[in-house]
């Protein structure tokens, strides 16, 4: 089993609707917010998604 620490569930909000997706990041290596491109099934196309707390 892993050990629990660095890995966190984040939320990641679509910036052209109200879809998201649920992802896990490393803080130790990402402390920031992420940005990712992914596709919008609400929209019909790849649009960017932001990390939300």
Do not use: C, F, W
Not at 11 to 20: A, C, I, V
Not at 37 to 47: A, E, Q, S
Request: charged share 35%; net charge positive.
């Amino acid at each position: 089993m892993a050990k629990p620490g660095n890995r966190v569930q984040v939320k990641l909000k679509s910036s052209e609707s109200p879809h998201h997706y649920y992802t896990y990041k490393n803080k130790r290596n990402n402390p920031d917010r992420i940005t990712l491109r992914k596709y919008d099934p609400v929209v019909r196309k790849h649009v960017e998604y932001k990390e939300s707390r």
